[in-house]
């Protein structure tokens, strides 16, 4: 198969995986694939995965990519709180949790992490289009919280809490603190929620 008919068949999928294509052509010749990475047409983003080259400037196509090549995940953490402004850092790394084990990869779309939580954690996200079509799932604002606070325990005073750098105009106007305190009660750990509650006092109610 030449490049261009292929490009034009898979170019609006954006990511892709071997078994994707065999399922399109059972008899689709993957050597191609190693001959189109070396000539800079594709990038291979994990085992069996790759993405078009020309993509590489496209806005969200590493958050896209996040949720294609390992799944189920969602972005959280620290990369969707900077996301949503609540943290001044720029996402440097794609930060997602999922109900599979911990996994990291790095590829020419970025640096991706993914840490474990339990399956019945795995709720409260929703789904963000991408520009050029299709979508990816990212933590809401308050299941973010909670998701870091329950990975990272050692948020636990409030000078810690202060460190994180939330803006305080969105955690005093913006936070649904109904929600961020169901969310954490729904993890059925005591410890998380004194954690969350002291987030609350420790930027809420100065």
């Known amino acids: ?26 008899d689709f010749d993957g050597n191609a694939l190693s001959r189109w990475v070396k000539k800079g047409y594709l990038a291979k983003i994990r085992q069996d995965w790759y993405a078009f080259c020309e993509l590489l400037g496209e806005p969200d196509m590493a958050r896209f990519i996040a949720g294609k090549i390992y799944s189920p995940s969602y972005i959280s953490l620290h990369a969707a709180l900077s996301i949503y402004g609540i943290i001044p850092e720029a996402v440097t790394q794609i930060t997602c949790v999922t109900s599979k084990r911990t996994a990291s990869y790095n590829n020419a779309f970025g640096r991706f992490h993914y840490q474990t939580i339990k399956p019945e954690l795995f709720f409260g996200y929703k789904q963000e289009p991408v520009n050029r079509g299709g979508s990816y799932l990212i933590a809401e604002p308050e299941k973010a919280i909670v998701d870091l606070l329950y990975l990272f325990p050692q948020y636990s005073t409030p000078d810690a809490m202060r460190e ?21 009660k729904r993890t059925a750990k005591k410890t998380l929620t004194s954690r969350v509650e002291l987030l609350i006092n420790t930027y809420c109610n100065d």
């Open 1 to 26: 198969m030449d490049y261009l008919h292929f490009r034009k068949q898979w170019l609006e999928v954006g990511c892709f995986s071997i078994y994707q294509l065999r399922a399109w052509k059972n």
């Open 164 to 184: 994180m750098r939330f803006d305080e105009w969105w955690m005093r106007e913006e936070l649904n603190r109904d929600v961020l305190t169901t969310y954490a």
